[in-house]
């Protein structure tokens, strides 16, 4: 078997095995090729230690040097080359306390974590497999490279990884390895926000976010993510619903990953539209009431959800934009359209412009992840909201105090001073063309303003 390798890194390779040294592409990008996919990085193994790969290439940065990585630079482009090494005693499950160079690539194989990414390759000695990967690839089995137990204690971010690569390849995980997962999984305190952030989202914009089911039943999500147990564990109990919690956001994860609205989206709209789904019930178990009907209630979960999704957004590190999106969408995932010009325009003002293209499609997760019997009708009544709103976009009509014709400035030149009343003024010139975009030209406008000045009770109410 013989794989096209980019022109570049096919030069460092027989570069360093023209000065002697075993050099070799290893890990996810050699697992990749022999997917038939093309690796998005290229990492590449050698026995030569990092001064001497430094003496061979003229660019090379120290990106790793304590753990034998060397940054080669050939022009713009930059590959990390990394010296066959052993790992010491890990003493976090996370880094080994010290790191060993060896000639052998054996050695650096064994220490990897997965079959699947313990496989190295080069043209002279073809793919060097020690741990039965290209069986498991053919197979679909995500297994560890020797014994599960330890290299989860080595390294507990093996745990989330062995569900992520599950997610992505579509692979089940081999038995002994789940054993473990549930034996290891408290294991995961001990890794950073950051790390388990990353991987949770590899896990939910992959093609198999359903694989999320398995974070609760592996015990992982007891450890990371406590509120999903919880959702697991909760009874809608509700004619509007057939799953448990838990259940229905695992669907709506689903229906948004498969949406073919969805490619409309940015990367980063498509990480937000995942995680909204994720946690948009996330407080229905501490919300949940048993109404007169028998059925159960959760009234006032939105905002509350809200509130909880914002610390664990908080607590997992992320971006404050990815952050505040997410917040938001869930806080208004449950609101009822009035579908009326007026009501769209009016919602439209209250949730943002921005943020409606993105609330439709929750919208349409969340209700595609109900009761089939009631789908078709809520499915209905969002497409008479989304026909209303394009119609309002199409109509460049004004929802905001930005699209207002007039501005705090014009009415400064007009002799109104500065200060809370001219606030209020806007306000009340951006309801009333909300209810009358007609009224949304500046002369009209600039009349109301001197009639709301002249009447006190505009101003005090």
């Known amino acids: ?10 030069y460092i390779i027989d570069t360093l095995m023209s000065h002697g040294y075993e050099a070799y592409a290893v890990g996810g990008c050699v697992r990749d090729m022999i997917l038939g996919k093309n690796p998005e990085d290229w990492d590449i193994t050698t026995s030569a230690k990092p001064d001497e ?38 003493e976090d499950n996370r880094h080994p306390k010290e790191v060993l160079f060896t000639r052998d690539i054996k050695e650096d194989l064994k220490r990897r974590d997965f079959t ?25 089995l995500i297994r560890c490279v020797g014994n599960a137990g330890e290299r989860f204690d080595e390294d507990a971010l093996r745990i989330l990884r062995a569900v992520r690569f599950s997610a992505q390849l579509d692979f089940q995980i081999e038995e002994k390895t789940r054993k473990a997962i549930r034996a290891k999984a408290a294991l ?38 406590p509120q999903f147990d919880r959702m697991m564990e909760t009874e809608h109990n509700n004619i509007h619903h057939i799953y448990t919690v838990g259940e229905h956001t695992i669907k709506t994860v689903c ?9 409309r989206f940015s990367p980063r709209e ?30 006032g979960h939105p905002e509350k959800g809200a509130a909880t999704a914002k610390r664990i957004l908080k607590d997992l590190k992320f971006d404050n934009n990815t952050l505040e999106a997410v917040v938001h969408l869930i806080k208004w995932h449950n609101y009822k359209f009035l579908l009326t010009p007026q009501g769209i325009r009016r919602a439209a003002a209250k949730i943002g412009k921005e943020y409606m293209e ?9 209700s595609c992840g109900k009761n089939p019997a009631y789908i078709d009708d809520k499915l209905k009544e969002l497409e008479e909201a989304r026909r209303l709103y394009d119609e309002m976009i199409s109509k460049n009509e004004c929802v ?10 014009d009415l400064i030149e007009a002799g109104f001073k500065p200060g809370r009343d001219m606030g209020i003024i806007l306000n009340r010139l951006l309801e009333a063309v909300i209810e009358n975009p007609a009224l949304n030209n500046k002369e009209t406008l600039l009349a109301m303003a001197n009639s709301f000045m002249n009447d006190s009770n505009t101003l005090s109410n």
């Open 1 to 10: 078997m013989e794989f096209q390798i980019p022109e570049k890194v096919q």
């Open 358 to 366: 993105l609330l439709f499609e929750v919208m349409r997760a969340d």
């Open 255 to 263: 229906y948004v990953a498969g949406s073919a609205a969805e490619n």
């Open 400 to 409: 905001s105090l930005k699209d207002l014709k007039i501005s705090g400035r």
């Open 270 to 299: 498509r990480c937000i539209l995942r995680w909204t789904m994720l946690l948009h019930d996330v407080d229905k178990p501490s919300t949940l009431t048993v109404g007169k009907d028998g059925q159960n209630h959760f009234y």
């Open 116 to 140: 699947i990414n313990a496989m190295a390759y080069n043209h002279r000695d073809g793919i060097i497999d020690l741990f039965g990967g290209m069986e498991d690839l053919k197979n679909g």
């Open 53 to 90: 790969v430094k003496k061979i290439f003229r660019r090379t940065v120290d990106t790793g040097i304590a753990h034998g990585t060397v940054t080669v630079l050939i022009n713009r482009d930059h590959f990390e080359v990394t010296t066959f090494r052993l790992d010491g005693v890990y």
């Open 188 to 225: 995961l305190k001990n890794i950073s926000a950051e790390r388990i952030r990353m991987e949770l989202t590899k896990l939910l914009i992959s093609d198999h976010p359903d694989r999320l089911r398995m974070l609760y039943e592996l015990g992982i999500s007891r450890v990371i993510l």
